[in-house]
């Protein structure tokens, strides 16, 4: 079974600077996480989708950042304007409907200078 | 969602059991206690999930105190693949829906 895919792995923009992120989740998983993690930190939840919509967007940081997952299958996820403080690592994850766990892809390393 | 106490870092030694302790004394009765690790430069792998009883699957053991304020995860035989951080999360529901990391321990296996 193929894991969840993204793109790019890493990327260097400018502040000020646009960049969008891809994922595509595990077939047939319904509800798809994009989480931030800053260095040494945890994971931040940043939004999840149900399907093509969305479940919580309470973190998303509404100003710059925007997700969409058209078709219920893909997602992006846009920075725009980016900050200095957006370098971070941007997960995303999947969960089948009715199992606890998630599974994460390897990630998209963001860094703003 | 309630929080979780793990110690920062440990280590533990090739070949042997690795014994990771956490602290959840605000956990409520429908939540469940849920271990995920993360390698370097890797997104988060599940390990495993229990709400009351012990769990064991292919990779590892959760035991959870009869009060349930606290678990384990054993790693029965450390390699140094499961050099890594484990994050102990609890999370309302089987659906576990939303995981709230904290900072989780960084385990390193030494030879």
């Known amino acids: 079974e193929a894991g969840v895919a993204q793109s790019p792995r890493y990327k260097i923009i400018e502040k000020r600077q646009s960049v969008a992120f891809w994922c595509n989740p595990i077939?047939?998983?319904?509800?798809l996480y994009w989480y931030q993690q800053i260095l040494g930190q945890g994971p931040k939840l940043l939004i999840q989708?149900?399907?093509?919509?969305?479940?919580?967007d309470s973190q998303l940081p509404k100003d710059r950042f925007s997700a969409e997952r058209l078709k219920g299958v893909d997602s992006t996820l846009k920075i725009q304007p980016a900050k200095l403080e957006d370098s971070a690592v941007y997960l995303c994850?999947?969960?089948?409907?009715?199992?606890?766990?998630?599974?994460f892809g390897p990630g998209t390393r963001l860094t703003v200078t | 969602d309630a929080k979780t106490t793990q110690p920062t870092s440990m280590d533990c030694a090739e070949g042997r059991a690795a014994n990771l302790p956490c602290n959840h004394s605000?956990?409520?009765?429908?939540?469940?206690v849920y271990w995920y690790r993360q390698i370097h430069s890797q997104g988060p792998q599940y390990i495993i999930h229990?709400?009351?009883n012990n769990e064991t699957n292919e990779m590892a053991s959760l035991i959870i105190t009869e009060d349930r304020k606290s678990s384990t995860l054993i790693l029965p035989h450390a390699t140094l693949r499961d050099t890594a951080v484990y994050y102990c999360?609890?999370?309302?529901?089987?659906?576990?829906?939303?995981?709230?990391f904290g900072g989780g321990t960084r385990v390193l296996v030494k030879p």
């Open positions: 994850a999947s969960r089948p409907t009715g199992a606890g766990e998630q599974y």
């Open positions: 077939s047939g998983h319904a509800t």
């Open positions: 989708f149900q399907n093509n919509g969305v479940v919580d």
């Open positions: 605000t956990i409520s009765g429908n939540e469940y």
């Open positions: 229990g709400l009351k």
């Open positions: 999360i609890v999370n309302p529901g089987a659906a576990g829906n939303k995981l709230t």
